[in-house]
């Protein structure tokens, strides 16, 4: 299994430009997350989703947009980029029929924004 | 308003000796807490987890404890060693709503000295 992957690893991009931010896992977990991590500061849950077709705004969801058509993938675009949103970004899984909390997080993207 | 905080965002300790991470919670709904444990450049990965109903639960070298009535949990590594050093961070979840609702605090900074 890879578990979760996340692509790219690292991206620049200008004020105003767009971009997806991908991530897939293979574990057939229904639950997904993307949570972002600024310097000093612990994880803030942007959107999450349930299963394919469910998404759901988190703590910190202004700026980005999901969805969920499968329930491998879990992309996160970001339509109109700011330097607010330089940050690093995780995505994560996690099965729901467990009751033990686990969420398995990617390698991340570390996003600037100039 | 941050609703699990770890106040000591870094911590040095001996090789061989404890290290004891701290966190406490303000929400009273919280009643699912975690561990987590993250290296530079890759994701988090999950620690040890306890539930409201223990006040300690076990695994190897990793002991956490919790005292509801404080709201604070601590987890204890013994003995450290070298390969410890990493960022934890502390999780909590009322348990109600499950894995979506994860709240993390800010991390703190291990250091095992040689």
């Known amino acids: 299994n890879a578990g979760v992957t996340q692509t790219p690893k690292f991206r620049i991009l200008k004020i105003g430009q767009s971009m997806t931010l991908q991530c897939a896992q293979d574990?057939?977990?229904?639950?997904m997350y993307w949570y972002r991590q600024d310097p000093g500061m612990g994880l803030k849950l942007i959107y999450y989703?349930?299963?394919?077709?469910?998404?759901d705004k988190g703590e910190v969801p202004n700026g980005y947009n999901v969805s969920r058509s499968t329930t491998e993938d879990f992309p996160l675009r970001l339509e109109l980029a700011a330097p607010s949103q330089t940050s690093v970004y995780f995505c994560?899984?996690?099965?729901?029929?467990?009751?033990?909390?686990?969420?398995?997080f990617g390698p991340g993207t570390r996003l600037t924004v100039t | 308003d941050q609703q699990v905080k770890q106040n000591s965002p870094s911590l040095s300790v001996q090789e061989g000796r404890i290290s004891i991470l701290n966190c406490d919670y303000t929400n009273s709904m919280f009643d699912y807490f975690l561990w987590y444990k993250k290296y530079p450049a890759e994701g988090p990965t999950f620690l040890i987890s306890?539930?409201?109903?223990?006040d300690k639960n076990e695994d190897g070298r990793f002991t956490v404890f919790l005292n509801k009535s404080a709201k604070h949990l601590s987890l204890h590594i013994v003995p450290s060693q070298p390969g410890d050093s990493a960022v934890y961070f502390c999780?909590?979840?009322?348990?109600?709503?499950?894995?979506?609702?994860?709240?993390f605090g800010t991390g703190t900074r291990l250091t095992i000295i040689p």
């Open positions: 999780a909590a979840s009322p348990s109600n709503f499950g894995n979506e609702k994860l709240t």
């Open positions: 994560a899984s996690s099965d729901s029929r467990l009751v033990d909390y686990e969420q398995y």
């Open positions: 306890i539930s409201s109903i223990k």
């Open positions: 574990m057939n977990h229904n639950y």
């Open positions: 989703s349930v299963g394919a077709g469910i998404t």
